[in-house]
């Protein structure tokens, strides 16, 4: 079953830390988030496989955005 | 009490392989920065004579003598960099740190004999009075290696006088007597003037036989009555005068053994006199650590080593306290109070060789929407809000009726500001943090992992809890400021930026001067100038971080002043509920 990986505040997109294909396990590192000067990490919220990433580096970002989709 | 302590919760889970690669570039600038730091070591090691020119006089070197005197394995220098007056050698000229020495802990300092023959340097009274506070602190006995010329007299005027000038150890050596602290002195070479005082106002004098201490040296008693002035035939004079002297220095061990009784003993070998403190620290008052332990000592269950992947370098990157400290803590295991309050901060109990610490530190990242409860904001680790304020302020109190050590890990950008922060009491709840540590009792130890910024850096159990700050370590990561120095040049150039602009003047002029701040905040707040100005007692490698611990709290509970039976302590049943 799919899962969205949600933005918890707003901010910019430091890193994508992940590709489309990649399996990760729950609470794998995805994307950081530049917010607050600080680098805030966003982290995989189950085991799984990326399939879709919807935001790039730079991008701006708010609140309960979804980043990826984890199948 | 033993079913709280015995087996408190585990925390801390093991590196994920992702975390590891992750953290290679960090963990790489990190163990870069430590290999700067300890080069810099090094050459404070090796200032002045080589050891070997020393060795050759008949002579150990101060290294040699603490490496003889403490048990092995046991040393934990502070204050190796410490040169706040910018000594050209690198050093205050004293060699001091934690150690033990027939099992007890004790405070460990002697002048480095191989420079100037242990000659009073600027910046080695303040060096002195840091050592003694720890003694006092700790309520452990003070060691000197005594060997002291006197003054660096070219520059005196630098630290012969002042409220803390090199005379105000000696008024410290009375404090902690009369404190019930003794303070215990080898005593070798020709210590005249100040290193005559140096060596009679500690409690136990043990001298080597060459050894010599006197109101004034040589330099003194044959010197000329001052006519104003300096010219050939009076130098002619002084040289004459000089090739006549041949008198032994004053105060020898004849005068001093056997006239005066000051020296208690006197030995026929350097060694003796190491062997003499090593007797008489077996009498030194001092409680087995089976009587304070709440738990057989154990190791951390997750490496040392998994620290550098753990703590990033660059200090905007956001990483989880909890797996820090559950490699630096007995086990793995502590009792957390109040984890469902003041997410920002981390306190709990736990344990270091089987014996109760409180444990404060700054967590990190965001801290979950609606946090801070007071404003319409998001809440990030590292800065202080009310709850980790109001959360910390208990602790601490805590701590102080339960008579638990303290020890504090900081990594703060500070404390909430803004007129929502205001109207939540921060102003006031920091101070009152300061405030209960204050009104406690108890000895505490700071570690700044990373940041130490504004008002938080004072608040979290900060250098300047003088009476209770034993002392603070730092890390290859830490940068100790009163802002981050781009936030520093904005606040200084700002309006001054929009004068110009609004003058039609060029900005280069204003864009120079605020990268130069920003440049200059970076040289000032870097682990090795934290060192050398004393922010910091000593910037310690990661992996050697829970050897400090370890040393803290053995020494704290060796011989403490006040204690509280463990089945009459409360915060565990708080935590408990």
Redesign the interface.
């Given at each position: 079953m799919a899962q969205e990986v949600l933005a918890?505040?707003?901010g910019n997109i430091w890193k994508v830390?992940v590709e489309v294909g990649d399996k990760v396990?729950e609470?794998?590192?995805v994307f950081v988030v530049?917010?607050?000067?600080?680098?805030?990490?966003v982290y995989a919220p189950c085991d799984g496989t990326i399939s879709e990433i919807k935001v790039k580096k730079g991008d701006a970002v708010e609140?309960d955005d979804v980043l990826a989709v984890i199948d | 009490m033993r079913p709280y302590f015995e087996h408190m919760d585990e925390f801390g889970k093991e590196l994920?392989a992702?975390?590891i690669k992750?953290a290679a570039e960090s963990l790489a600038k990190l163990r870069e920065t430590e290999a700067a730091i300890d080069s810099e070591k090094k050459k404070v090691e090796e200032v002045g004579f080589p050891t070997e020119k020393i060795n050759a006089r008949g002579w150990m070197t101060v290294w040699q003598r603490l490496e003889y005197l403490v048990d092995e394995g046991s040393w934990r220098p502070l204050h190796t960099l410490y040169n706040p007056l910018d000594n050209a050698e690198g050093t205050t000229n004293v060699i001091d740190g934690l150690a033990k020495i027939e099992g007890r802990w004790a405070v460990v300092i002697g002048f480095d004999n191989k420079f100037m023959a242990g000659a009073w340097l600027p910046g080695q009274s303040e060096n002195i009075l840091r050592v003694t506070d720890l003694a006092m602190r700790l309520n452990i006995p003070l060691v000197w290696l005594v060997n002291c010329s006197g003054a660096k007299l070219p520059e005196q005027e630098k630290f012969y006088a002042n409220r803390r000038g090199a005379g105000t150890p000696f008024f410290r050596h009375a404090e902690l007597e009369q404190a019930g602290v003794p303070v215990l002195a080898g005593i070798y070479g020709t210590n005249p003037a100040g290193g005559g005082y140096q060596s009679i106002s500690p409690t136990i004098l043990l001298a080597h036989k060459d050894a010599n201490i006197a109101v004034g040296g040589v330099g003194i008693v044959s010197g000329m009555a001052p006519r104003g002035g300096f010219d050939a035939e009076m130098l002619e004079e002084i040289i004459a005068k000089t090739k006549e002297f041949t008198g032994r220095p004053p105060g020898n061990v004849e005068t001093h053994y056997d006239h005066t009784g000051f020296f208690s003993h006197v030995y026929e070998e350097e060694t003796g006199v190491l062997d003499g403190i090593k007797e008489y620290m077996k009498g030194i008052p001092a409680y087995a650590p089976e009587f304070f332990r709440v738990a057989e000592p154990a190791a951390p269950k997750f490496p040392a080593e998994d620290v550098y992947s753990l703590l990033p370098f660059?200090q905007?990157?956001?990483y989880d306290f909890d797996q820090i400290l559950a490699r630096l803590v007995d086990g793995s295991e502590h009792m957390e109070f109040r984890p469902d309050y003041g997410p920002e901060m981390y306190t709990g109990l736990c344990k270091i060789d089987g014996m109760l610490v409180g444990c404060i530190g700054n967590r990190?990242?965001?801290l979950?929407?609606g946090y801070p409860e007071y404003g319409d904001y998001?809440g990030?680790g590292?800065k202080l809000y009310r709850q980790g304020l109001i959360k910390m302020n208990e602790f601490v109190t805590l701590c102080g009726r339960d008579r638990v050590p303290m020890i504090w890990f900081q990594d703060t950008?500070g404390i909430d500001v803004g007129d929502t922060a205001e109207r939540a009491e921060l102003l006031g709840l920091g101070q009152s943090l300061i405030y209960s540590i204050q009104q406690t009792e108890v000895a505490l130890m700071l570690v700044v992992l990373r940041k130490g910024s504004a008002a938080a850096h004072y608040v979290l159990g900060g250098p300047t809890a003088n009476r209770h700050n034993a002392f603070t370590l730092g890390t290859a990561a830490t940068e100790i400021a009163v802002m981050h120095g781009e936030t520093a040049a904005v606040a200084t150039y700002a309006r001054r930026a929009v004068k110009e602009k609004d003058a039609g003047r060029p900005l280069e002029p204003i864009i120079e001067k605020m990268n130069e701040l920003a440049q200059r905040y970076r040289d000032t707040s870097d682990p090795l100038y934290c060192a050398q100005h004393g922010f910091v007692d000593e910037i310690v490698n990661l992996s050697d971080l829970r050897s400090y611990l370890q040393a803290f709290a053995g020494a704290v509970y060796q011989n403490p002043k006040s204690v509280c039976p463990r089945h009459q302590l409360i915060l565990p049943r708080i935590i408990k509920g």
């Open positions: 918890a505040l707003s830390s396990e609470d794998d590192e530049e917010a607050l000067k600080m680098e805030i990490p609140e | 994920k992702g975390r992750r660059n905007k990157e956001v990190q990242g965001f979950g929407k998001p990030i590292g950008t």
